[in-house]
């Protein structure tokens, strides 16, 4: 969630090449920021509130800087609780992601010893903790690492550090849960929570693992396992991404570039998907069962595939990752655990797959980010290969997650050329959605639920996760109370809240559900609802109606952009940024 980005290296304008690094980590979604650099005997600090926009800074010239973006969970968003955080003698600046969970012990314990807190955060203790190592830490080029490590062996709970230290002008870092990536280049070396940061520096990047922990300085980037500080040969390589492709290009907004991405990316999976999807298929046909886990539009991709698989005959259990451990008693070895995560950082997920792993059961991974923990822990990877994604909102990340699982259960028949025909179908039609009458369609229906408060979205078997997914993306660009449901539960309550002119908006494929999805639109009719109808053909009851190719299973494909469209169409018309909702991140990395 929140944002690191370090540099160290021979030029001198670390503070602008910092800042710059945090523009590319803004949509992880922020409430404040801040910039460390040397003056060559004080660490200077620029830390201001709100976003960073066009903003600059007139920090001194330094070759060493550290900055971060906040999303608060310890303290108000202020000034004094932005990081960097300093240590008394303003020697160290330090950054973190993540929640010390013995902060409170930790706290009361420097306070006694004398030092002087400035801030309601957890993360300003960790200063201190090294401020007091460094003092007992033998001199020499790797004093700053030792007192990093010990203060780092002392936190409880999933947490990555950075830590600038004037004395040495080094960066330090050290994680276990949270993400960080080492780049390496000619004028330098980089510290950042996120490789798509690094991309306009370089491609050359090393994964750092949950255990581990790095030095910096301008020579040298090296990396260390925290318990026993024994050096590691960094494994370096080289990220198919670049830094053009996570550039806008053109769009006004990466949620409008991401959308508009879907057909070239999903046609690329149609064609070279083939062996990891392959191999997928034989690890779920191999496995006594499966579980298939996600957050957010990740856990609808599970439901989704629970109902493709089911279909074939074929147990999925989709169960949202952050409830996983309640099941736990289920897992057993020759159990198959399907983790699906665009950032392969997202911490319900990781948790959740470990304690699987704990038990004895495998772990298959669908992800987008080359070397992120999820893809580093799996023991089968399925690439995303969706390309970057920076808004906050899932788009091409979600439809790339459900080509895929569609082409592995045709595989699991032994039909993955019909399922290869079906997402190419797809990509062609949501490329005519993008353009033209359906692209005007769906900005019209925009416009008459511009002022509306409150929407419901029904739909039946796969289209019950498409209803949950489109209320999703509506209410969080959009900030319109949405609500997804099983069309069959209209009438176990939710009629009560259906009057004259409430929005209803009906998935309906054509397939077995139709028929009852139908019904259920119709009942809501009948009590006044303005019933909007995503479908192939329209329907007199419809006040409103977008079409969607009638594709079979690949339908869901389909169905799933109208409501990227329509959310992004009501947050523009509202107001909002598509790209950075408010109290929203990208990778959600902190319970």
């Known amino acids: 969630m929140c944002g690191i980005f370090g540099h160290v290296g021979g030029r001198s304008d670390a503070a602008q090449v910092v800042l710059s690094g945090l523009r590319a980590l803004e949509y992880r979604g922020y409430d404040s920021w801040g ?10 600090v ?51 992601n993540g929640i010390v969970e013995n902060h409170a012990e930790l706290r009361q314990a420097l306070e006694n010893a004398g030092h002087r807190f ?36 002392a936190l409880r709970g999933l947490n990555a ?82 830094a053009q492709s996570a550039e ?10 991401e959308i508009h991405e879907q057909p070239e990316r999903l046609a690329r999976l149609a064609v070279q998907a083939a062996p990891s999807v392959q191999a997928l298929a034989s690890s779920i046909a191999a496995s006594e069962q499966v579980f298939m886990l996600g957050c957010g539009s990740s856990a609808h991709a599970a439901l989704v595939a629970q109902h493709l698989f089911a279909r074939r005959g074929r147990r999925i259990t989709a169960v949202t990752a ?8 289920f897992v057993a070895p020759g159990t ?94 949501i490329a005519s959605m993008l353009h033209g009458a359906r692209r005007a369609a769906i900005s019209a229906v925009a416009r008459a639920l511009r002022t509306r408060q409150h929407l419901f979205v029904i739909g039946r078997g796969a289209s019950h996760a498409l209803a949950l997914e489109t209320a999703l993306k509506i209410k969080e660009v959009s900030y319109i109370h949405a609500e997804g449901l099983a069309g069959g539960e209209l009438k176990h309550g939710v009629m009560a809240l259906i009057e004259p002119g409430t929005p209803c908006i009906a998935l309906m494929p054509h397939d077995d559900t139709e028929t009852d999805l139908m019904s259920a639109a119709m009942q809501a009719k009948a009590r006044g609802a303005e019933l909007i109808g995503i479908c192939p053909q329209a329907h007199p009851m ?50």
């Open 248 to 257: 806008r290009l053109g769009h006004p907004d990466y949620m409008s570039k």
């Open 322 to 329: 952050s409830e996983f451990r309640h099941l736990q008693a």
């Open 46 to 96: 620029d830390r201001r509130t709100g976003k960073i926009g066009v903003a600059v800074t007139e920090l001194p010239p330094s070759g060493v800087g550290l900055g971060h973006t906040r999303w608060a969970t310890h303290g108000a968003v202020t000034v004094e609780n932005a990081h960097p955080h300093l240590d008394c003698t303003r020697r160290l600046a330090l950054v973190h």
């Open 35 to 44: 910039v460390a650099v040397s003056d060559g005997t004080l660490v200077q």
């Open 118 to 153: 400035r801030s309601q955060t957890d993360t300003e203790l960790i200063a201190h903790l090294i401020e007091d190592a460094l003092q007992l830490a033998a001199p020499g080029a790797e004093r700053l690492l030792h007192a990093t490590l010990a203060a780092f062996r």
């Open 161 to 242: 550090i950075g830590v600038l230290d004037v004395g040495s002008g080094a960066l330090a870092a050290a994680k276990n849960g949270s993400p960080l990536v080492l780049g390496f280049s000619a004028d330098g070396h980089w510290l950042a929570s996120d490789s798509a940061a690094l991309l306009a520096h370089t491609r050359d990047l090393c994964f750092v693992g949950d255990g581990q922990a790095v030095l910096l300085t301008r020579e040298r980037a090296r990396l260390f396992e925290i318990d026993g500080g024994t050096e590691l040969e960094p494994e370096i390589v080289r990220v198919a991404w670049d």
């Open 542 to 591: 419809f006040d409103h109606h977008i079409e969607a190719a009638d594709l079979g299973d690949a339908s869901a494909i389909v169905h799933a952009v109208p409501a990227q469209l329509l959310g992004y169409d009501l947050a523009r018309l509202r107001g909002h940024d598509p790209d950075m909702p408010r109290n929203l991140a990208k990778s959600v990395t902190v319970k």
């Open 336 to 429: 198959l655990i399907v983790a699906l995560s665009q950032s392969g950082e997202t911490i319900d997920v990781l948790d959740a797959a470990l304690l699987a792993r704990t038990t004895g059961a495998r772990i298959a991974a669908l992800c987008n980010v080359e070397g992120s923990s999820l893809w580093r822990m799996a023991d089968v990877v399925v690439p995303l290969d969706a390309g970057p994604e920076r808004c906050v909102l899932a788009t091409k990340s979600f439809t790339a997650q459900l080509a895929l699982l569609l082409l592995t259960a045709h595989a699991l028949d032994g039909w993955l050329a019909q399922g290869t025909r079906a997402v190419a179908d797809a990509a062609t039609d």
